[in-house]
Protein backbone atom coordinates (compact mmCIF):
# COMPACT_ATOMS: atom_id res chain seq x y z
CA UNK A 1 0.00 0.00 0.00
CA UNK A 2 2.51 2.31 0.66
CA UNK A 3 4.26 1.49 -2.54
CA UNK A 4 0.66 2.56 -4.67
CA UNK A 5 0.80 5.78 -2.30
CA UNK A 6 3.95 7.00 -3.75
CA UNK A 7 3.55 5.54 -6.96
CA UNK A 8 0.45 7.72 -7.56
CA UNK A 9 2.22 10.86 -5.78
CA UNK A 10 -0.20 10.37 -2.60
CA UNK A 11 0.63 10.22 0.92
CA UNK A 12 -1.54 9.07 3.69
CA UNK A 13 -2.42 12.08 5.61
CA UNK A 14 -4.96 12.06 7.76
CA UNK A 15 -6.21 15.35 9.99
CA UNK A 16 -3.23 17.18 8.25
CA UNK A 17 -0.29 14.45 9.81
CA UNK A 18 0.90 11.92 7.84
CA UNK A 19 -0.11 8.39 8.95
CA UNK A 20 2.27 5.59 8.58
CA UNK A 21 2.16 2.49 10.26
CA UNK A 22 5.00 0.86 9.22
CA UNK A 23 8.21 0.39 11.33
CA UNK A 24 10.35 3.11 8.68
CA UNK A 25 9.80 5.60 5.58
CA UNK A 26 12.71 5.51 3.15
CA UNK A 27 13.11 8.97 1.43
CA UNK A 28 15.19 10.27 -1.92
CA UNK A 29 17.04 12.55 0.32
CA UNK A 30 17.81 14.90 -2.82
CA UNK A 31 14.16 14.82 -3.72
CA UNK A 32 13.40 15.80 -0.48
CA UNK A 33 15.39 18.63 -0.05
CA UNK A 34 14.49 19.65 -3.89
CA UNK A 35 10.71 19.54 -2.37
CA UNK A 36 11.26 21.35 0.61
CA UNK A 37 12.88 24.37 -1.71
CA UNK A 38 10.10 24.50 -3.70
CA UNK A 39 7.72 24.29 -1.13
CA UNK A 40 9.53 26.93 1.78
CA UNK A 41 11.95 28.78 0.23
CA UNK A 42 9.95 31.67 -0.30
CA UNK A 43 9.43 31.58 3.09
CA UNK A 44 13.11 32.63 3.76
CA UNK A 45 13.67 35.87 4.32
CA UNK A 46 17.14 36.15 2.80
CA UNK A 47 18.91 34.03 0.78
CA UNK A 48 22.42 34.23 -0.09
CA UNK A 49 24.46 31.86 -1.95
CA UNK A 50 27.96 31.08 -1.93
CA UNK A 51 31.20 29.39 -1.13
CA UNK A 52 32.88 30.10 2.48
CA UNK A 53 36.64 31.23 1.57
CA UNK A 54 37.19 32.90 5.42
CA UNK A 55 35.68 32.85 8.55
CA UNK A 56 36.05 36.18 10.81
CA UNK A 57 36.48 36.09 14.58
CA UNK A 58 35.57 38.79 17.18
CA UNK A 59 37.93 39.04 20.05
CA UNK A 60 35.66 36.82 22.12
CA UNK A 61 36.17 34.13 19.96
CA UNK A 62 32.39 34.27 18.67
CA UNK A 63 32.20 34.53 14.53
CA UNK A 64 31.71 38.10 13.34
CA UNK A 65 31.09 37.27 9.94
CA UNK A 66 31.58 34.63 6.65
CA UNK A 67 33.59 35.74 3.62
CA UNK A 68 32.08 34.56 0.36
CA UNK A 69 33.96 33.73 -2.39
CA UNK A 70 32.44 36.33 -4.33
CA UNK A 71 33.95 38.63 -1.79
CA UNK A 72 30.51 39.66 0.14
CA UNK A 73 30.70 39.09 4.15
CA UNK A 74 27.36 37.61 5.57
CA UNK A 75 26.70 38.57 9.19
CA UNK A 76 24.13 36.68 11.50
CA UNK A 77 23.15 36.41 15.23
CA UNK A 78 23.77 32.67 15.07
CA UNK A 79 25.75 30.63 12.26
CA UNK A 80 24.71 27.12 12.09
CA UNK A 81 27.15 24.59 10.09
CA UNK A 82 25.43 21.93 8.26
CA UNK A 83 27.69 21.31 5.51
CA UNK A 84 28.10 17.36 6.60
CA UNK A 85 31.88 16.30 6.62
CA UNK A 86 33.28 19.15 5.08
CA UNK A 87 32.52 20.53 8.34
CA UNK A 88 33.87 24.34 7.33
CA UNK A 89 33.40 25.89 10.45
CA UNK A 90 34.68 23.22 13.07
CA UNK A 91 38.06 23.29 10.50
CA UNK A 92 38.44 26.65 9.71
CA UNK A 93 37.81 27.43 13.74
CA UNK A 94 40.55 23.91 14.68
CA UNK A 95 37.42 22.43 16.83
CA UNK A 96 38.42 19.95 19.74
CA UNK A 97 37.50 16.45 18.47
CA UNK A 98 37.81 13.26 20.73
CA UNK A 99 38.15 10.34 18.33
CA UNK A 100 36.98 6.91 19.34
CA UNK A 101 39.81 5.01 20.10
CA UNK A 102 38.23 1.22 21.00
CA UNK A 103 35.00 -0.01 19.80
CA UNK A 104 34.77 1.15 16.63
CA UNK A 105 36.99 0.41 13.52
CA UNK A 106 34.62 1.56 10.51
CA UNK A 107 35.51 4.78 8.61
CA UNK A 108 35.02 3.63 4.83
CA UNK A 109 31.36 3.45 3.32
CA UNK A 110 31.27 2.53 -0.47
CA UNK A 111 28.06 3.18 -2.11
CA UNK A 112 26.18 1.96 -5.28
CA UNK A 113 22.88 1.66 -6.65
CA UNK A 114 20.82 -0.98 -8.63
CA UNK A 115 18.18 0.22 -10.89
CA UNK A 116 15.17 -2.39 -11.17
CA UNK A 117 14.67 -4.54 -14.24
CA UNK A 118 10.55 -4.71 -14.22
CA UNK A 119 7.73 -3.11 -12.40
CA UNK A 120 7.21 -7.22 -10.66
CA UNK A 121 10.99 -6.77 -9.65
CA UNK A 122 10.08 -3.32 -7.95
CA UNK A 123 7.08 -4.31 -6.27
CA UNK A 124 8.98 -7.58 -4.81
CA UNK A 125 11.93 -5.71 -3.20
CA UNK A 126 10.05 -2.81 -1.83
CA UNK A 127 10.08 -2.96 1.86
CA UNK A 128 9.73 -0.55 4.58
CA UNK A 129 13.08 -1.51 6.54
CA UNK A 130 16.86 -1.24 5.76
CA UNK A 131 18.60 -4.72 5.44
CA UNK A 132 21.75 -5.35 7.50
CA UNK A 133 24.30 -7.82 6.57
CA UNK A 134 26.92 -8.98 7.92
CA UNK A 135 30.28 -8.85 5.68
CA UNK A 136 34.05 -10.11 6.17
CA UNK A 137 35.11 -7.16 6.68
CA UNK A 138 32.46 -4.87 8.29
CA UNK A 139 28.66 -4.59 6.93
CA UNK A 140 26.39 -4.16 4.32
CA UNK A 141 23.02 -2.32 4.21
CA UNK A 142 20.61 -2.13 1.66
CA UNK A 143 17.79 0.09 1.09
CA UNK A 144 14.67 0.72 -1.35
CA UNK A 145 13.62 3.20 -3.32
CA UNK A 146 10.92 3.12 -6.12
CA UNK A 147 13.55 3.70 -9.15
CA UNK A 148 16.87 2.07 -7.82
CA UNK A 149 18.00 0.15 -4.44
CA UNK A 150 20.70 1.00 -3.06
CA UNK A 151 23.99 -0.54 -1.28
CA UNK A 152 26.42 0.30 0.84
CA UNK A 153 29.29 -1.32 2.39
CA UNK A 154 30.67 -0.05 6.11
CA UNK A 155 34.64 -1.45 6.38
CA UNK A 156 37.87 -0.14 7.92
CA UNK A 157 40.07 0.92 4.91
CA UNK A 158 42.73 -0.15 6.65
CA UNK A 159 41.40 -4.22 6.38
CA UNK A 160 40.43 -3.77 3.05
CA UNK A 161 40.83 -1.56 -0.07
CA UNK A 162 37.74 0.27 -1.86
CA UNK A 163 38.13 -1.90 -5.14
CA UNK A 164 38.13 -5.27 -2.82
CA UNK A 165 34.57 -3.81 -0.91
CA UNK A 166 32.96 -3.46 -4.04
CA UNK A 167 34.45 -6.92 -5.07
CA UNK A 168 32.60 -8.47 -2.15
CA UNK A 169 29.82 -6.25 -2.42
CA UNK A 170 28.49 -7.90 -5.53
CA UNK A 171 28.24 -11.23 -4.38
CA UNK A 172 25.04 -9.20 -2.76
CA UNK A 173 24.38 -6.19 -5.25
CA UNK A 174 23.91 -6.65 -9.09
CA UNK A 175 26.94 -5.33 -11.30
CA UNK A 176 24.70 -5.38 -14.56
CA UNK A 177 22.00 -3.22 -13.06
CA UNK A 178 24.14 -0.37 -11.78
CA UNK A 179 23.13 2.97 -12.16
CA UNK A 180 25.51 5.24 -10.93
CA UNK A 181 29.43 5.37 -9.53
CA UNK A 182 29.83 3.84 -6.32
CA UNK A 183 30.43 6.49 -3.45
CA UNK A 184 33.05 6.61 -1.51
CA UNK A 185 32.23 8.14 1.99
CA UNK A 186 35.15 8.19 4.56
CA UNK A 187 35.45 9.79 8.33
CA UNK A 188 37.15 9.38 11.29
CA UNK A 189 34.28 7.81 14.12
CA UNK A 190 34.30 10.48 17.01
CA UNK A 191 32.82 13.81 18.06
CA UNK A 192 33.88 17.74 18.37
CA UNK A 193 33.64 18.04 22.18
CA UNK A 194 32.35 22.14 21.72
CA UNK A 195 29.34 21.27 19.12
CA UNK A 196 28.21 24.51 20.32
CA UNK A 197 30.14 27.54 21.31
CA UNK A 198 29.24 31.08 21.86
CA UNK A 199 27.01 32.18 18.69
CA UNK A 200 27.91 28.97 16.56
CA UNK A 201 27.15 25.15 16.45
CA UNK A 202 26.93 22.22 14.13
CA UNK A 203 24.38 20.24 13.50
CA UNK A 204 24.65 16.60 12.02
CA UNK A 205 27.56 15.33 9.91
CA UNK A 206 29.46 18.58 10.73
CA UNK A 207 29.26 17.68 14.55
CA UNK A 208 29.57 13.97 14.86
CA UNK A 209 29.58 10.41 12.94
CA UNK A 210 30.17 7.15 14.87
CA UNK A 211 28.77 4.69 12.52
CA UNK A 212 25.89 3.95 9.94
CA UNK A 213 24.46 1.43 12.10
CA UNK A 214 21.33 1.47 13.56
CA UNK A 215 21.02 5.05 12.29
CA UNK A 216 22.21 6.55 15.68
CA UNK A 217 23.59 9.63 13.16
CA UNK A 218 20.01 10.35 11.87
CA UNK A 219 18.45 10.20 15.60
CA UNK A 220 21.51 12.75 16.97
CA UNK A 221 20.20 15.28 14.16
CA UNK A 222 16.77 15.10 14.94
CA UNK A 223 17.59 15.97 19.00
CA UNK A 224 19.77 18.74 17.79
CA UNK A 225 17.40 20.60 15.64
CA UNK A 226 14.89 20.06 18.03
CA UNK A 227 17.42 21.87 20.82
CA UNK A 228 17.76 24.58 18.28
CA UNK A 229 14.19 25.49 17.36
CA UNK A 230 13.64 25.65 21.31
CA UNK A 231 16.73 28.38 21.66
CA UNK A 232 15.66 30.15 18.34
CA UNK A 233 11.77 30.56 19.75
CA UNK A 234 12.93 31.49 23.50
CA UNK A 235 16.72 32.48 23.76
CA UNK A 236 16.46 33.77 27.40
CA UNK A 237 14.76 31.20 28.69
CA UNK A 238 16.46 27.97 26.69
CA UNK A 239 19.97 29.70 27.69
CA UNK A 240 20.98 25.99 29.19
CA UNK A 241 20.64 24.73 26.05
CA UNK A 242 24.09 25.33 24.57
CA UNK A 243 25.32 23.24 27.04
CA UNK A 244 22.84 20.44 26.97
CA UNK A 245 23.45 20.62 23.38
CA UNK A 246 27.26 19.37 23.55
CA UNK A 247 26.63 17.27 26.33
CA UNK A 248 24.37 15.31 24.98
CA UNK A 249 26.56 14.79 21.73
CA UNK A 250 29.18 13.31 23.82
CA UNK A 251 26.92 11.08 26.33
CA UNK A 252 25.42 9.71 22.71
CA UNK A 253 28.80 8.79 21.15
CA UNK A 254 29.50 6.83 24.65
CA UNK A 255 26.40 5.35 24.26
CA UNK A 256 27.28 4.07 20.87
CA UNK A 257 30.38 3.03 21.16
CA UNK A 258 29.19 0.78 24.42
CA UNK A 259 26.74 -0.88 22.57
Same mark, same amino acid.
Given at each position: ?15 ? @? ?9 ? /??YL????? !? ?5 ? =? ?16 ? +? =?? +? ?6 ? !? ?19 ? /? ?54 ? *? ?29 ? $? ?14 ? @? ?9 ? *??? $? ?7 LL????IE ?10 ? /? ?18 ? !??
Amino acid at each position: PFYWYNRENKLNWVED @KFSNNYVSTHL /NSYLTGTWL !EKNYGNL =IDHWVDGTVQDIKLTNTG +S =IK +SLVLDSGQ !EVSSDLYIDCTGFKRIFAKKL /NLKFKSVSEGVRHNTAAVVANGYKDVDTVEKSLITATNATAMDYGWLFDITLLDRK *SYGYVFNSNDISVDQALTEMSTRSDPLTRIQ $DPLVLKWQPGSYEESW @KNNYCLVGLAS *SFI $DAFDASGILLQILQIEMLIRFINDPVK /NNHIPKDFCQQLMNAQDSIC !ER
